[in-house]
């Protein structure tokens, strides 16, 4: 028989954020988070996400044994902007065992109805920043560091099994970096360049400082219409990049302003340190941290994380000028291989652009739904 518990103490937020340690610990895939990283995002005093949901996490205990976990979340100002009146339910770990799964799936479900939603999607989290979807392809590449973690197949059959229907999928694109940018990318950006757009050149994650809140100015201007999106606040957009920016490499991050010094457009990708946070195994200390630098040194990949450009400005050549600098910094860094980051299947423009440019898609993701009213 199968019970759930609310995690209402320290004690059970402590099981809560351990479990996937126990699920994945024969599965070669899954990448674990850091420990440190997590206790952020499920304290209520250091993730201001909360302040604008309701939310309940579950434990789910068999045989005395507890054996999944789930959260759910209901956004209260993702629904009021976008006219829904939907629950999420995110960071759903079990073991193989479809009667935890349904135990906990039913918990959310219920906690959803009394709450008066009509509708309960997932695996999304408080934003798209957080882990989305299940994985659907690819269960033999590895993940990378923030992208949705590695989940098991059983976990997609599971949902289906519970009645919960495609919402939308998600695509994970690769490609090899060219050892010479194509000369169209340069003559694009040099006539980017000529009206007084430049990218700027940082020395230190210091100097990049100054520009973290327009960065995220343009992120809620431009990223409306991505689904699961809600715009942060600042101190929301405070956190977020206290929580990365101290993981990011200054060469592969680059700001685009206009001749007023306005910022309109961005990137930011990272050298993939996967295989360092799998040999840190959660922990930063004592050689976590040693492990993950190393990664830096050695790896061969660049990852996209985010970017944007001003919407008025798309379709300028801006993006161009991004890529002949990001690209130049990633010859300069001996990086061969491109990952995309996650793309909607609905973003038919950022999708085609990828598909021209020889991108394959290595990895699917699938978000669910599920009507309870």
């Known amino acids: 028989m199968v019970t759930v518990r609310e995690v209402l103490n320290r ?18 895939q899954w990448l674990p988070p850091l420990l440190s990283d997590e206790w952020k995002v499920f304290d209520k005093t250091k993730n201001h996400a909360f302040e604008h949901c309701d939310t309940i996490m579950i434990l789910a205990e068999k045989d005395g044994k507890v054996e999944g976990r789930i959260m ?27 009667e935890v799964f349904e135990a906990l799936t039913e918990a959310v479900e219920k906690w959803a109805k009394d709450k008066g939603t009509e509708k309960v999607v997932g695996p999304l989290g408080f934003s798209d920043k957080d882990p989305q979807g299940f994985l659907i392809e690819g269960f033999d590449d590895p993940v990378t560091v923030m992208v949705t973690n590695h989940s098991f197949q059983y976990m997609v059959d599971f949902t289906e099994r519970h009645g919960y229907g495609k919402k939308l999928d998600l695509f994970q694109y690769r490609s090899t970096i060219p050892e010479i940018v194509p000369d169209v990318y340069y003559r694009i950006a040099e006539r980017v360049k000529n009206r007084g757009f430049k990218v700027l050149k940082f020395k230190n994650s210091k100097e990049i400082r100054p520009y973290v809140q327009p960065v995220f100015d343009l992120i809620n201007e431009t990223y409306t219409d991505i689904y699961g999106f809600a715009p942060l606040d600042e101190q929301e957009a405070r956190e977020f990049s206290e929580r990365f920016l101290p993981l990011l490499n200054h060469e592969y991050i680059k700001v685009v302003v206009d001749p007023d010094n306005n910022v309109v457009a961005f990137i930011v990708a990272m050298p993939d340190i996967s295989k360092g ?8 200390f004592p050689i976590g941290f040693a492990y993950i630098l190393r990664s830096f040194k050695t790896t061969k990949q660049l990852n996209l994380l985010l970017g944007c450009v001003k919407t008025n400005l798309q379709n300028s050549g801006i993006d161009a000028l991004m890529t002949v600098a990001l690209f130049e910094s990633a010859n300069k860094g001996k990086l061969t291989t491109l990952d995309s980051h996650l793309i909607m299947e609905e973003n038919v423009r950022m999708r085609a652009l990828m598909e021209r440019q020889d991108y394959t898609i290595y990895k699917k993701y699938r978000i669910f739904e599920k009507k309870i009213g």
């Open 11 to 28: 004690s059970d937020l402590k099981i809560f954020i351990h479990l996937p340690f126990k699920i994945h610990r024969h599965h070669k």
């Open 277 to 284: 946070f799998k040999q840190a195994k959660g922990k930063l």
């Open 72 to 98: 759910g979340i209901i956004n209260h100002v993702y629904n009021a902007g976008h006219n829904e009146n939907n629950a999420r339910f995110c960071f759903l770990e079990c073991t193989e065992d479809y």
